[in-house]
T-cell receptor, first 112, second 116 residues
């Protein structure tokens, strides 16, 4: 059974810092991996999707990498802003179009 | 594009009553939709996979007679919480999977259910 772990569980940084969020998964036979953002009491916003054949994806200040063989992904946020404060979730799918298994999330607080 | 809506966004009901939550893919077809629940400060846990025109597949520990799922069209799935109890109070989120391309899942905004 796939298990997804995110470290750290919570993170507080001053505005402007570059930061890295980590995600690990136990079964490397994944189809894709997604990073989401969730604001309190809200649904999920998809940030980046990485196919198993890809190594990284970039969107603005966000960069996600994938090392499938080691079961790891990182989300890099450059020049963090208070508006980046949210919970970040990573999730993996083991088959095309199959269910997502979520990590526990990292609660990020960026202080002005 | 790829917008998923949920209705209602929040609902309060009394113990013993039933509540229906709708999940719609607004601009794409979704043969498959997923229902998740999320307790405060916890991650999402899959409850069931909803397949258009067939019975839903429930995860272990989820009572199918309590959480009724109907996926009657390619753009609509409903979750009915029957005989609701206070412990059913949670945040319910659906996702709809595109039937093409990378099969990406798009999530609805969630429904906050409070059972009194």
């Amino acid at each position: 059974k796939q298990e997804v772990t995110q470290i750290p569980a919570a993170l507080s940084v001053p505005e402007g810092e570059n930061l890295v969020l980590n995600c690990s998964f136990t079964d490397s036979a994944i189809y894709n991996l997604q990073w989401f953002r969730q604001d309190p009491g809200k649904g999920l916003t998809s940030l980046l999707l990485i196919q198993s054949s890809q190594r990284e994806q970039t969107s603005g200040r966000l960069n996600a990498s994938l090392d499938k063989s080691s079961g790891r992904s990182t989300l890099y946020i450059a020049a963090s802003q208070p508006g980046d404060s949210a919970t970040y979730l990573c999730a993996v799918s083991n088959n095309a179009g199959n269910m997502l298994t979520f990590g526990g999330g990292t609660r990020l607080m960026v202080k002005p | 594009g790829a917008v998923v809506s949920q209705h209602p966004s929040w609902v309060i009901c009394k113990s013993g009553t039933s509540v229906k939550i709708e999940c719609r893919s607004l601009d794409f077809q979704a043969t498959t939709m997923f229902w998740y629940r999320q307790f405060p400060k916890q991650s999402l846990m899959l409850m069931a996979t909803s397949n258009e025109g067939s019975k839903a597949t429930y995860e272990q520990g989820v009572e199918k007679d309590k959480f009724l799922i109907n996926h009657a069209s390619l753009t609509l799935s409903t979750l009915t919480v029957t005989s609701a109890h206070p412990e059913d109070s949670s945040f319910y989120i659906c996702s709809a999977r595109e039937d093409r391309g990378y099969y990406e899942q798009y999530f609805g905004p969630g429904t906050r259910l409070t059972v009194t």
